[in-house]
């Protein structure tokens, strides 16, 4: 009797640590996941809305003035139709080459990136004659677009421990037998010089934290300079004084208050009717039975709270520790035959400051072998976005499964064998996310 009492006692705490991981909340409320209060996440949410002008430091080049422009539908946070334009060439040796696209009647060279800008701030009144608008030169033959992305949830995401990801791709390969072996990229914390984790956002794993995108996106899609990234594409009918994006009086900038923003978004909710259909539950089967689960990851788990992430600057806070989360997608790079051939651009991911640092890590990262591959798209929210893959050129879910070569023909051909009635119950439940 005297034994009893602590093994039960024993068995219980074992239980309580087994299921000490808890289900992300998810919806479109615009609510917090727990991470700010409500009030906090209205105001960041607001910062992430807001339309950024010319005094604010738009430009000189740019694609868009809000980050919501391009991470709206159905809320602010999520996708959208924007593609962006990147271009390169093939150099010597088979290598890939970043454009050179020259501006303002061949004053300035931009090189060193591979996003071709959409827009511009001039010509205008006061600079009548600053022609800086970029297009492709003729000789940059490689091309493609790619489609925003959704953010929901993505505090998640950022919450995966690397080793996570590094064990995911190496059961993956086993048990494939060697046909689907995911790539690990390790990529620059932008915010912590010197420091590597694996990358997990972007079609090209290009980074592992949000701060890191934001800043990348805060000057690359809108060209406000920040701390994380202060030189200006080009400088020319430039007016606004650097770096655009100063700290507030809390000590916080934009583009911490965008990662903050991020990080407590709810991961997007299922469409609850579909979800619980017998068609979408026995579409669910068939797709783990054929193997499109293998890369499009059911479950992930986090790790625990006050675990540093991002070189040692970011610690997990307990609305992000140990949380189960269903992105259907394992944030590894895959040649799935849909490769654009384009590079990491180093140097525009992650600013000259790092680019210098780390070039010798860099180019051990095996970039050059990711060239045509893409990181399996997490299928959560897949019901909202109409136009698919990477480069959108897929309108139907068939369409889209079709197209999957590479790595995943065995599957598609799997998917191919299928009667008509089972591929439909794969759709309808891909309908459910
Ligand atoms: C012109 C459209 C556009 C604007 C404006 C824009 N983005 Fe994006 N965003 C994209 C595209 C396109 C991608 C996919 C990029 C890629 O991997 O090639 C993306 C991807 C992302 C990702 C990665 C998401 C994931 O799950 O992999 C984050 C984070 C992000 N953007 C944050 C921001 C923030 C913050 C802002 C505002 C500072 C912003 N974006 C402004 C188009 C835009
Ligand atoms: C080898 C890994 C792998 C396997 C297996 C795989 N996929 Fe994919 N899937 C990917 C990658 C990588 C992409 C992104 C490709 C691109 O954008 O060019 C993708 C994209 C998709 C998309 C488009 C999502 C979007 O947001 O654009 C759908 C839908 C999809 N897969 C469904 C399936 C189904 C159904 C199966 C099984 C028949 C399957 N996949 C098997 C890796 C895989």
Known sequence: MRLLIPLAVLSLVLAFSASRSTEAPTGFDNKSNGVADDATHQADLAKFEEVEQLSDGLGPL???QSCRECHQSPVPGAASQVAELRVGHQGPEGHFRNPEISIAHG??????????????????????????QERVPEAETIRTF?????????????????????????????SSHRKICGQVLQVPIVEAPGQMSVGRFGWKDQHASLLSFASDAYLNEMGITNRLQPDEVTNLCNTASEPNDMPGPDGL???????????????????????????????????????????????????????????????IPAALGSITFHPYG????????????????????YGNKVFRMMSGYLSKQDFESSRNKIRTAPLWGVRLRPRLMHDGASLTLRDAILRHRGEASHVSQQFEKLKREDQEAIIEFLKSL
């Open 146 to 174: 790619r489609l925003s992305l959704s953010l929901l949830g993505d505090g998640f995401v950022e919450a995966i421990a690397d080793q996570t990801l590094i064990d995911l791709a190496e059961r993956q390969c086993k």
């Open 253 to 315: 900038s934009d583009i911490d208050r965008f990662a903050r923003f991020i990080r407590a978004t709810k991961a997007p909710a299922r469409d609850s009717a579909l979800a619980s259909s017998p068609v979408a539950r026995k579409g669910y089967s068939l797709f783990d039975k054929i193997g499109c689960a293998t890369c499009h990851v059911e479950t992930l788990t986090t790790a625990a709270a006050e675990t540093k992430i991002n070189g040692g600057t970011f610690t």
């Open 330 to 349: 394992d944030f590894l790079m895959h040649d799935v035959g849909t490769g654009d051939g384009i590079l990491q651009a180093t140097r525009e991911h």
């Open 107 to 132: 004053i300035e060279v931009i090189s060193g990136r591979s996003l071709v800008n959409d827009r511009a701030i001039c010509p205008n009144a006061a600079f009548p004659n600053n022609e800086i």
């Open 62 to 64: 740019y694609n868009a």
